[in-house]
């Protein structure tokens, strides 16, 4: 599993919005509202020069919307799945905005297995002595490989 140190700029994401408790995760349930329904936001997607989107994400943030770390053993917080976006634009009406604070973080090709990529980044972590700083965030990069990465922030930036 590939893991690796990198610098997380800050990222506006336009996405639908829902909360997680224990026993009930909305994501799916995002994804498949989003899909439906992303020609209303289309239009807003950060491209690369092939036109492709530079970043699909599963965004997630503590309750209090600090991006801190979900509660509960990771099973209560706020989920946004969505796509990135300039820092201007806006959400149309039914869309919410958020904008990732910068964080350096491990990051995890997820490579299929998002339950092994998880618990491998929350080890890499221990293992290197660092602390979870912020809520893990999840991307898929279609300009660039298409992987699903997860990223665990250890210091803001």
Request: glycine share 12%.
């Amino acid at each position: 599993m590939e893991i690796v140190t990198c610098e997380l700029p800050a990222v506006s994401i336009i996405g639908m919005e829902g909360g997680a408790k224990p026993g009930y995760n909305p994501a799916s349930a995002l994804w498949e509202k989003a899909n439906a329904r992303f020609g209303e936001v289309e239009g807003l997607a950060l491209r690369d020069e092939n036109g492709a989107p530079v970043g699909i994400w599963g965004a997630m943030s503590d309750l209090s919307r600090s991006f801190l770390p979900w509660e509960d053993g990771f099973s209560q917080g706020l989920y946004l799945a969505g796509v990135q976006a300039p820092p201007e634009a806006l959400p149309p009406e039914g869309w919410v905005k958020w904008t990732l604070p910068a964080f350096v973080c491990l990051r995890v090709r997820a490579e299929g297995d998002y339950e092994a990529a998880f618990q491998a980044g929350l080890d890499e972590l221990k293992r290197r002595g660092l602390t979870l700083a912020g809520a893990v965030q999840e991307c898929q990069r279609p300009a660039e490989d298409g992987q699903l990465y997860l990223f665990f922030p250890f210091k803001r930036l």
